[in-house]
């Protein structure tokens, strides 16, 4: 049986935006912990801990 992507629901919230990449960084360089800061900005405590795992909250850079 094959399965497809054809499910009723969309993913939401997949991607975080520039803003909450540089609010985790600046929380986190306050001591916050991943899930206080996951918390405040209303994601999964997973996604901030792979955020600053990965490292691309320090990697922004404005053009």
């Known amino acids: 049986m094959d399965y497809l992507n054809n499910t009723p629901k969309s993913r939401k919230n997949k991607h975080l935006n520039a803003y909450e990449r540089g609010q985790i960084a ?37 053009n």
Do not use: D, F, P
Request: glycine share 10%.
């Open 26 to 62: 600046l929380l986190h360089s306050e001591g916050m912990s991943a899930y206080a800061i996951a918390k405040r900005l209303g994601r999964a405590s997973n996604t901030i801990r792979n955020e600053l795992k990965r490292g691309t909250v320090s990697q922004i850079k404005g």
